[in-house]
């Protein structure tokens, strides 16, 4: 599939939609990392927030604190989610397994 011809303020505004995603997530894993929001209020935020609701399980799940990359995908193993799979693409028995995990 061909990628679009793109005009320079066009790809100007792209950038900037891509780059303002990035902190959010960012913004997001550094409070769970910090235990200034829980893994409940995340997928929460996720249902209205496009940015974190594209934010891959593995990378929310590593910045929990005490959760590395080897207890993150044996937590995605264990519960039955695609090391692929998005917080979007979860479903409401995983997000239940998830929080009854964390909380």
């Known amino acids: 599939m061909a990628l679009p011809k793109l005009t320079p303020e066009q790809r100007q505004e792209a950038l900037a939609k891509a780059t303002?995603?990035?902190?959010?997530?960012?913004?997001?894993?550094?409070?769970?990392?910090?235990?200034?929001?829980t893994l409940t209020e995340v997928f929460e935020l996720a249902d209205g927030d496009e940015a974190v609701a594209k934010m891959r399980v593995q990378a929310l799940l590593e910045s929990l604190p005490r959760v590395g990359v080897q207890r993150a995908q044996q937590l995605?193993?264990?519960?039955?989610?695609?090391?692929?799979?998005?917080?979007r693409g979860l479903g409401p028995v995983q997000r239940a397994e998830l929080i009854k995990r964390f909380s």
Do not use: F, P, Q
Not at 20 to 37: F, P, Q, T
């Open 76 to 87: 995605m193993e264990e519960v039955g989610i695609a090391s692929s799979r998005r917080v």
């Open 20 to 37: 303002a995603a990035r902190r959010r997530r960012a913004e997001v894993k550094g409070a769970l990392k910090s235990r200034e929001m």
